[in-house]
């Protein structure tokens, strides 16, 4: 029998296995149970498939989303994997092939939805063969407090007593602790082994920025280091998904909409779009996401603010799942703040449900003012500590300026004051900055003892220093008409008891660019490469469209960019490289080469 470490060699082309991988495969190896919980893209699959390789028998994995294990198994198939899928989806007689095959122990991982697993008639052939393993994914299904509740799934304990010899992994990304006695209780997983993983994504690049002029920043961003990246564009209504999709279509992008509104078959062509071609853009509402297992998702960008943080680190963390370096921007301004705090005050619910939206929203408030390590404060949020600031958000990489703004707050709040609080930001802007507009002279705001005393700023400044003031409690946005208005916060500023550090706007929208430790994927690679880079690609994008899977299931990014830092000139040189195996070697390998001898540096040939 081969051991896991020539199955991690061999099948999948590595070279070690990554954090508690090999002790979760030990635990598998020697029968026991194990609970693994690590986040997305830590490397949960190999936990499972290695040792359903190793073991004699054939593994079964159950996993909620139908539409994801297609790919799962053409990415094991090409892998040399004899892997298969049973689902609603498959014709009567490939499904009768499949029982076949495991039946005959021709299989070695079978995958299935736990609808399908607890039919009678499936248990009964389960019973006929050797097993090696039960691995249960997204094991968060369980827990009737999440959002992803499968009521399936609570009967999967029966598993336990119909099969007590073979052992079971449950695996999920979601954190906390009470998910987790949750999965332990309901599975019979008490006495299973816990594996649980630092939650932090360091391949995740943070940035988070004062919104000023959103579509510039988005394009700015794009051109500069996602061009032709897959990523996800996050907006908050439906419209401005709609709009924002168009608008990167004129700018030139592969930009696709998706949300809740558009019929099912146009929102199942754009994932499958999304998922199957090079580079395509989706703009959503969150209504995209779950079930999207797309490993190379570059960036993820967010031009309305999440809700909470929870929200935003769910939806950033489907960038990177590879463990490239991904980026994710969130654009915040003061109308994001106001609005999201009146759906807050206006949903439905108890004052109580009401009172812990609002501090949901503030923390993540409290996540986009900061000026120390964001990534610090994320896991902190999650309960946990990371010792040193990570050197890879925008606050490590560019220290934001903070001024002293115990004045203009103070000027800014006067004249909130002396407009008598029944205005927004725009108008009581404008009174400080001395406009002739009509409004001011409607009101006659242009005899109170605030007009014009606030030139020194641009609107845009005064815009921030709103905000800031907004967020940190100083002031309260009201009503329909979002007034301004003073709470109680603000008696010792205005008594000179009190002073604010304020951070400084970005000189223009040009964020934190060139000086970032890991950039975009296309970023890191040397320009004299970058031919080769893109021939590589090209020659990927051929192969998967004959076979008709997605780029990703031919070599990963990381796959490509190790060849072009290697150059591999033969078939052994070639095999080196991550993420190559015997089997990719033996499809893929004689393609790549053609491609690699094209690019041969002139002292190789
Ligand atoms: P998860 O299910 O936890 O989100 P995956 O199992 O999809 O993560 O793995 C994430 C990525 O990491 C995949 O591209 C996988 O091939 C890669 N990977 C996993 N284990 C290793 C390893 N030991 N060495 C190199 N790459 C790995
Ligand atoms: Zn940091």
């Known amino acids: 029998m081969t051991s896991p470490q020539q199955i991690l060699e061999h099948t999948f082309g590595y070279t070690e296995f990554r954090g508690p991988q090999r002790q979760v495969i030990d635990t598998l190896m020697s029968g026991r149970d194990a609970l693994v919980l690590m986040p997305t893209g830590g490397g949960k699959s190999l936990c499972y498939q290695i040792p359903a390789l190793a073991r004699p028998g054939c ?7 139908i539409a994801l294990m297609q790919d799962q198994v ?87 007593e119909q099969f007590p010899r073979v052992p079971r992994i449950a695996l999920t990304a979601t954190a906390d602790q009470r998910t987790r006695e949750e999965i332990a209780r309901r599975l019979d997983l008490e006495g299973a082994e816990h594996f649980v993983s630092s939650f932090d994504r360091p391949n995740i690049q943070y940035r988070i920025a004062q919104k000023n002029n959103p579509r510039r920043q988005l394009l700015q961003f794009l051109r500069d280091e996602q061009q032709d990246n897959a990523g996800i564009v996050y907006c908050l209504s439906r419209s401005k998904v709609e709009n924002t999709a168009d608008w990167l279509r004129q700018q030139g992008f592969n930009a696709l909409p998706y949300h809740a509104g558009l019929p099912a078959d146009v929102r199942a062509d754009h994932q499958r779009r999304f998922l199957r071609e090079d580079g395509v853009i989706v703009v959503a509402t969150i209504a995209f996401g779950m079930g999207i297992d797309k490993p190379d998702v570059r960036f993820v960008a967010h031009l309305d603010l999440p809700k909470s943080v929870e929200a935003y680190y769910q939806e950033t963390g489907r960038a990177g799942r590879d463990g490239e370096a991904s980026t994710t921007l969130l654009l915040y301004g003061l109308e994001d703040v106001v609005k999201l705090g009146q759906m807050a005050a206006g949903s439905e619910g108890s004052e109580e449900h009401k009172r812990q939206e609002r501090n949901r929203l503030n923390a993540m408030l409290g996540l986009c ?29 560019q220290p934001p300026q903070t001024w002293d703004g115990t004045q203009a707050a103070a000027k800014l709040l006067s004249c909130v004051y002396r407009t008598g609080q029944r205005f927004g930001a725009a108008h009581v802007i404008d009174v400080l900055r001395g406009s002739e507009n009509e409004k001011v002279r409607k009101f006659g705001h242009d005899k109170v003892s605030t007009y014009g005393i606030g030139t020194e700023y641009t609107a845009n400044e005064w815009r921030a220093v709103v905000r800031q003031l907004v967020v940190r409690g100083y002031l309260e946005v009201e009503g329909e008409f979002q007034n301004l208005r003073l709470t109680e916060a603000c008696r010792p500023l205005l008594r000179g008891e009190e002073s604010v550090e304020l951070r400084t706007l970005p000189p223009s929208a040009k964020a934190s660019r060139g000086e970032s430790r890991s950039g975009a994927a296309a970023a890191d690679i040397d320009p004299a ?41 033969s078939r052994e040189a070639l095999l080196a490289v991550s993420g190559i195996g015997d089997s990719k070697l033996e499809k893929f390998g004689d393609a790549f080469l053609a491609v690699l001898r094209d690019f041969a540096p002139a002292s190789t040939l």
Not at 59 to 65: D, E, H, K, M
Not at 131 to 150: K, P, T
């Open 529 to 569: 490469d970058e031919p080769l880079w893109q021939a590589l690609r090209a020659c990927r994008k051929q192969l998967a469209e004959d076979k008709g899977v997605p780029p990703y299931v031919i070599f990963h990014d990381a796959t490509l960019r190790g060849m072009v830092a290697a150059k591999p000139q």
């Open 369 to 397: 003012e900061i000026t120390s390590c964001r990534r610090q404060a994320l896991l902190r949020y999650f309960a946990e500590e990371l010792p040193q600031p990570c050197g890879n958000c925008d606050t490590c990489l």
């Open 74 to 160: 053409e990415a094991l198939q090409a892998a040399g994997v004899r892997a298969a899928f049973l689902n609603s989806s498959l014709p009567f007689d490939e499904a009768q092939n499949i029982e076949t095959a495991l039946l005959h122990g021709e299989l070695d991982l079978l995958y299935l939805a736990p609808e399908r697993l607890l039919q009678p008639r499936t248990l009964g052939l389960l019973q006929r063969v050797e097993l090696s393993l039960f691995a249960i994914d997204e094991a968060h299904c369980v827990s009737q407090w999440g959002h992803d509740f499968r009521a399936d799934y609570l009967q999967l304990n029966c598993l336990h």
């Open 59 to 65: 593994g079964v994995v159950v996993s909620p989303l």
